[in-house]
Structure formats: C-alpha cells, structure tokens
C-alpha cells in the first residue's frame, strides 16, 4: 500500500486516520465517493495538517470508521445509538442503518419497561439457587415483561409466572412443572418439547401457542390445571395431557391431533372444529362440550353419549 492510499479525516475536531480502500468498503457512502470512488466528490476544505475537514461529531463516527475497518459494528455501552444512526445517515452508511434503528428503538424504551433477557433469568435463577438461607423457595416473576425472551432449554420448575407477559417467548425444551402461570400471556409462545408437570395456568392466555409434544402429565398424580385457558389456534399435536384439566376452556380450531387425553377434564370446552383425530380420550369429561365440527376420526377409543352432550 503506497503512502497516496492513506488519508487523515479531521472530524469535528479529532483526526482519524485511515485508507481509501477502507473507505470503499461501502461504495455508495459519500466518504468512499469523496476519496475512493471514480467519480469522486470534491472533498471540503483541509486544516493545517492536510486533514480533510467535516463538521460532524468525532464520537459518533468512530465506530462507523471500525465497522468500515472490521466488518463488524461494536457501539460502547454508553453510546447512544440514536447518534450513531444519524451520522449513518448523513455518510449514506445504507448497510449498517437497519440495525442501528433496531438498536436506537430498543434503546429508546425505559429500562424498566423493556423486557427482561435470557440473561437477565440466568442471573436471577443463579442467585435463587445461591441464597440457601431463603425459606420461601418460590422464585417470582409475577407481573414481568418477558415478551420474545429466549427461555429455551432452562430450568423454570416452581417459578410464579402469575400475570407475566411471555408473548411470544421461546420455551422449547424448558422445564416449566409446577409452575404457577395463572392468567399469564404466552399467546404465540413457543413451546414445543416443554415439561410441564403439575402447571397452574388458569385463565392463561395461551392462543396461536405451538405445545406441540408437550407433556402436562405427572407420575405422582399432579394434575396440570388450564381451567379457563384461552387455547384458540394452538397447536398440542402428540402431546401427554393425561389428567389435565382443561374445563370451560376456549380450544377453538385447536389441533389435538394424537394427544394422550385420558382421564382429562374437558366439561364446558368450546371444541369447535377442533382436530381431535387419534387422540385417547377414554374416561375424559367432554360434558356439556362444544364438539360442533370437530374432527373425531381413528379416536383410540370411542366416545360415548355419555361423556358429552351437545
């Protein structure tokens, strides 16, 4: 690289240096076609050193000037993004501006209403398990904003959940038995592989949920209990719901498809077009359920009139 390929930028006063092949990095922004494009913008005035002058912020542009130098965009922690982004505009800096409006909206919410992270969980479960001396073993989340957090594969047994915002969280493969989650939104939540043994969730707001291979049955006989539970659109296909009690529950267009349903509590749930094809439901409560155009074919055992009528 000969000594002609470096230049030195004197922004608002700071002087950086750097090269006309970093700068082209990104051939469309107005530092590559001031310096390094063809067809070259003239650049503005230079100080006493050379510097090319511009009149913008030093601190906002030095991590634009890294991600051109790495590839990668690293903000300080005490750096606003919002100003990061307004310098990515003025340089025509299109590559990186997506992610610096993510960033600066994230930003620009409260920290105490913005949602709790996986990290955040972690650190509270490792101080739970940590204090030995605590008499009451109930780790609370009641009330928390977790909407969209990343909870897979965690232990979440015996946690109150109550009236937690879990929209949209992923719990695949997390341990959530036991629980208590009554009236607590996990509409959209991912949940496919979750154990949940012995799971409170009345009144939960559980629609458009994928409970795909869940499992809500406890050998000790722990019923999971999903009274009330709104479940329109979720999806339970293969999961294990021996026992459960799903009474007066909304399971609207509900795919059920092979669930283990024995012994289940579903008196006064609105089935409607619900697919129950080659689930067990024998000895389940349908009384007084609403099974109008749901899908009964190969039921591993037969309904009778009994269990159900409407």
């Known amino acids: 690289m000969s000594k002609d390929d470096w230049l030195t930028l004197n922004i608002g006063g700071q002087r950086f240096t750097t090269c006309r092949s970093t700068l082209y990095r990104e051939p469309t922004c107005m530092l590559a076609r001031m310096f390094a494009s063809p067809d070259r913008i003239v650049p503005g005035a230079q100080d ?6 511009i009149d913008r912020s030093p601190r906002y542009f030095e991590p634009i000037i890294n991600y051109l130098r790495t590839g990668n965009l690293i903000l300080d922690p005490n750096l606003n993004p919002s100003g990061v982004l307004e310098e990515a505009r003025y340089y025509g800096m299109e590559t990186i501006i997506p992610k ?26 490792i101080n739970a398990n940590a204090n030995t001396d605590r008499s009451d073993r109930w780790l609370r989340f009641q009330g ?11 232990d979440l ?22 629980s208590q989650m009554e009236r607590a939104d996990l509409s959209h939540a991912l949940m496919e592989g979750t154990q949940m043994l012995g799971v409170k969730m009345l ?27 709104n479940l329109r659109g979720a999806n339970l296909e293969g999961s294990i719901m021996a026992g459960i009690n799903l009474r007066v529950a909304t399971l609207k267009n509900v795919n059920m498809q092979n669930c283990d349903l024995r012994m289940a509590v579903l008196a006064g749930a609105d089935l409607e077009n619900c697919n129950l ?12 359920a609403n099974l109008k155009d749901a899908t009964l074919e190969l039921m591993q055992t037969p309904l009778h009139m009994s269990q159900t009528i409407r």
């Open 100 to 125: 610096l409006e993510h960033l600066a909206n994230h930003h620009s919410i409260p920290r105490d209403e913005r949602p709790l992270s996986r990290r955040d969980v972690i650190d509270a479960l």
């Open 157 to 178: 047994r015996n946690i109150n959940f109550k009236y937690a915002n879990l929209k949209g969280a992923r719990l695949t493969g997390a341990n959530l038995s036991w």
């Open 48 to 53: 006493e050193t050379g510097a090319y002058l």
């Open 203 to 229: 009144c939960a707001n559980l629609e458009g949920a994928n409970l795909s291979g869940a499992n809500f049955e406890d050998p000790a006989g722990t019923s999971a209990n999903l009274e009330g539970a």
């Open 277 to 288: 094809s080659g689930s067990d439901l024998h000895e389940a409560n349908l009384r007084g």
């Open 144 to 154: 928390v904003n977790l909407e969209g957090a990343d909870l897979t594969k965690l």
